[in-house]
């Protein structure tokens, strides 16, 4: 599986944006897709994730509320689109792919075989 993540940019407190993680490869609606993210000088961190098998979804506490993740199967693409955004979401944003992810390591970036090569998010106060 290859993942391409795209839509990161500078915005405003407040504003909005959608970031995309397409993929490629013959086996996209058996995976999970999860988002993650790296802030300049931290550890990086679980943001979401989605069974597009299935359907079920995951959120970080930080980020309940504000972000949505959705699977379009028939494009091979994964959406994150984010509200409200804050300038403590400032960071590159990864998007990662596996097949056999169990429910309690959803949330670890080990978990994911494969990874995109992130996007920039930044928001300014």
């Known amino acids: 599986v290859q993942l391409q993540a795209s839509g990161g940019g500078l915005v405003p407190a407040g504003d909005s944006l959608r970031l995309s993680c397409a993929a490629s490869?013959?086996?996209?609606?058996?995976?999970?897709i999860g988002w993650f993210r790296r802030a300049p000088g931290k550890e990086r961190e679980f943001v979401a994730a989605?069974?597009?098998?299935?359907?079920?979804?995951y959120y970080s506490d930080s980020v309940r509320g504000r972000f949505t993740i959705s699977g379009d199967n028939a494009k091979n693409t994964v959406y994150l689109l984010m509200n409200s955004l804050r300038p403590e979401d400032t960071a590159v944003y990864y998007c990662?792919?596996?097949?056999?992810?169990?429910?309690?390591?959803?949330?670890?970036?080990?978990?994911?075989?494969?990874w995109g090569q992130g996007t920039l998010v930044t928001v300014s106060s």
């Open positions: 990662a792919a596996d097949a056999a992810i169990g429910l309690s390591t959803i949330r670890l970036s080990r978990s994911y075989a494969y």
């Open positions: 490869g013959r086996t996209f609606s058996r995976q999970t």
């Open positions: 989605i069974r597009l098998s299935g359907g079920s979804i």
